[in-house]
């Protein structure tokens, strides 16, 4: 069974830099699509950056140009580079993997969230 666990989530000061990595285990990250999504309490959760299997990326528009996301197949390891960051970036934030068919929908548009693997989330607070 496909579990992932996240970490390098913390406090920072806006400006600041933080690097979220998740470890996927039960399978093989080359095997998936995989993303970050974020959600503040009594809101939506969002997605923030996905990586397909053919390395393309895509950002929310709100991260662009601040917000890295990479993978390293080998280490099956997912990662998440977060420069300038605001407050607004302030939130728990979550790994997830999934096939194609169902994850860039749920990117996209929101949904099904049970048709995706989840991790528990790591939180990211940035004070102003």
């Known amino acids: 069974q496909v579990q992932l666990v996240e970490s390098g989530g913390g406090s920072v000061q806006a400006g600041g830099s933080l690097r979220l990595s998740c470890v996927l285990s039960?399978?093989?990250?080359?095997?998936?699509?995989m993303g970050w999504f974020r959600q503040v309490p009594g809101k939506k959760r969002e997605g923030v950056a996905r990586?397909?299997?053919?390395?393309?990326?895509s950002y929310t528009a709100s991260v662009k140009g601040r917000f890295t996301i990479s993978k390293d197949n080998a280490k099956n390891t997912l990662y998440l580079e977060m420069n300038s960051l605001k407050p607004e970036d302030t939130a728990m934030y979550y790994c997830?993997?999934?096939?194609?068919?169902?994850?860039?929908?749920?990117?996209?548009?929101?949904?099904?969230?049970?048709?995706?693997?989840w991790g528990q989330g790591t939180q990211v607070t940035v004070s102003s």
């Open positions: 990586i397909d299997n053919d390395g393309y990326t």
């Open positions: 039960g399978g093989s990250s080359s095997s998936y699509y």
């Open positions: 997830a993997a999934g096939a194609e068919d169902v994850f860039v929908p749920i990117f996209m548009y929101g949904g099904s969230w049970p048709d995706l693997y």
